[in-house]
Each structure stands twice: as structure tokens, then as C-alpha cells.
């Protein structure tokens, strides 16, 4: 069985904690996406903010770019 693709973060900003999530789905495209937080655990599986790509590549290079984003243009991301 071939071991599933999957990045993942913790980010805390303000107070407020988010887990930011990349994997494939079925197979078929991948997918990031932000969850709200508390301690490390996902609080509600309503995502704030998703994206699809087509290739592994993108996904993760999508990933760090959001990792890597300033506070203030991450926050932006899930206006």
C-alpha cells in the first residue's frame, strides 16, 4: 500500500490557532485547505479557505508559500 500524501501546520496568530492541511483526494487532485484550532486539534471541520491543484508539485509548493505567508496576508487569505 503506498503511504498517503499529506503536509501538514499548525499557525497561531493573534490568539487564534489554524491547522493547514494538504493532501491528496482519491487520487485524483489534491487539495489545501484551513481549519480553525485550539491546542492542536481541529475545533471545526468547516474549512476556512480550500484550493484544488492538479499536481503533487503544486500542492506542495502552494503549502509553503501559505506557511510562509506574513500574518497580515494570511489572515487576508481567509477574508
Partial sequence: MTERFH???FR???GKQYYISTT????????TMIFP???KEVTDWGEL???????QYEAENAH???CELSDEDFLKLLE
Fill in 7 to 9: 503536509l501538514t501546520e
Fill in 12 to 14: 497561531d496568530i493573534g
Fill in 24 to 31: 491528496d483526494i482519491l487520487g485524483d487532485y489534491y487539495e
Fill in 37 to 39: 484550532a485550539k491546542d
Fill in 49 to 55: 479557505y480550500s484550493a484544488r491543484y492538479n499536481f
Fill in 64 to 66: 509553503t508559500a501559505i
